[in-house]
């Protein structure tokens, strides 16, 4: 058994950088009989003992004829498996908590299609397969994730029991994929909102000579910005109103490690970062990220918020 476990896991296993493809080849696909094959081989024999002790022509072929259907049943088995291509696919960032999807496309070149395909990976529910003759399909390989950083994808086992149960076939995929996992958002109030000391000048009363209006207050504005008499002449009571300025300095909202609760944990002070950038870039303002031996410029937008959210995930205290 430990000689079967070593070729199974060293000579056939796929060694690839994550994105060339596997064509499942003779060498690659396992096959033994399942429990219910070996009771149903168990069940010939006792058959077949039978029709030699009462020399029985028909039993004989009653025997024989069950078994050429179980020798046929595992050249299928061993088919819906071989020539099989398996390409690697993308994996979503995900945040800690929740779960990761790595895609696999398998592709099918014959004309017959490939039925009760299973693949599973340690930890994760069995996903069921079928590919289409002379189509592909994508499968997504769910697994739990408990901690940020890089989570690699285990060896997944693709196995089958197309068409009579009596054998299992089976074959080790392990792709070079990963996902990267964010740490898992705290729910904490945001930092208020500073100058940034690249955003221009500002004279006399903080540039209020260049007035452009109100606008709705962000969950980021500073409660010293806020418009009090133009929020209360509002007919409907709806929102505060922030004042505008055309000219002056621009104010970005800087998200600093030092800002986190020192007594709490390095995983619960990233948390509550992570919180911060998805707050500031649901409210659409620029912020900036701080944190020991590195530093992001103030920015805002998709790409932005990928960059710090990458930068907490990979993140050495």
């Not at 800087?254 to 007594?263: C, E, I, K, M």
């Not at 390095?266 to 409210?283: F, K, N, T």
Request: net charge positive.
């Amino acid at each position: 058994m430990r000689l079967v476990t070593f070729l199974q896991e060293k000579l056939f296993r796929w060694q690839s950088d994550g994105t060339a493809p596997l064509r499942l080849g003779q060498r690659r696909i396992f096959i033994l009989p399942s429990r219910g094959g070996l009771l149903y081989a168990m069940t010939l024999a006792v058959m077949l003992v039978g029709a030699i002790n009462y020399n029985l022509a028909l039993g004989h072929l009653l025997v024989f004829a069950l078994a050429g259907i179980g020798v046929a049943g595992m050249v299928h088995a061993f088919r819906n498996l071989h020539g099989l291509l398996v390409t690697p696919g993308r994996s979503a960032p995900v945040f800690a908590g929740d779960l990761a999807h790595f895609e696999l496309s398998l592709a099918n070149d014959r004309a017959s299609p490939r039925f009760a395909l299973e693949l599973a990976a340690p930890g994760s529910e069995p996903v069921i397969a079928a590919v289409d003759g002379k189509k592909d399909a994508k499968i997504n390989i769910p697994l739990a994730t408990t901690r940020r950083g890089w989570l690699a994808l285990p060896r997944v086992r693709l196995s089958t029991r197309y068409p009579l149960g009596l054998f299992t076939a089976w074959a080790y995929l392990q792709p070079a994929m990963r996902c990267l996992v964010y740490p898992r958002p705290i729910s904490h109030p945001l930092p208020p909102a500073a100058p940034s000391p690249t955003g221009g000048d500002r004279r006399g009363d903080g540039g209020r000579d260049d007035f452009a209006g109100f606008r709705p207050r962000q969950p980021a504005d500073s409660p010293r910005h806020v418009a009090w008499r133009a929020s209360a002449r509002q007919a409907d009571g709806g929102s505060l109103l922030v004042k505008q300025f055309a000219g002056g300095a621009q104010v970005d909202l800087v998200l600093d490690w030092q800002q986190t609760d020192p007594g709490v944990d390095d995983e619960s002070r990233l948390g509550i970062l992570a919180d911060w950038v998805l707050a500031a870039e649901a409210a659409g303002v620029r912020y900036a990220l701080q944190l020991p031996g590195q530093a992001l410029a103030p920015a805002s937008g998709e790409a932005h918020c990928r960059r710090c959210l990458e930068a907490l995930a990979l993140f050495d205290a």
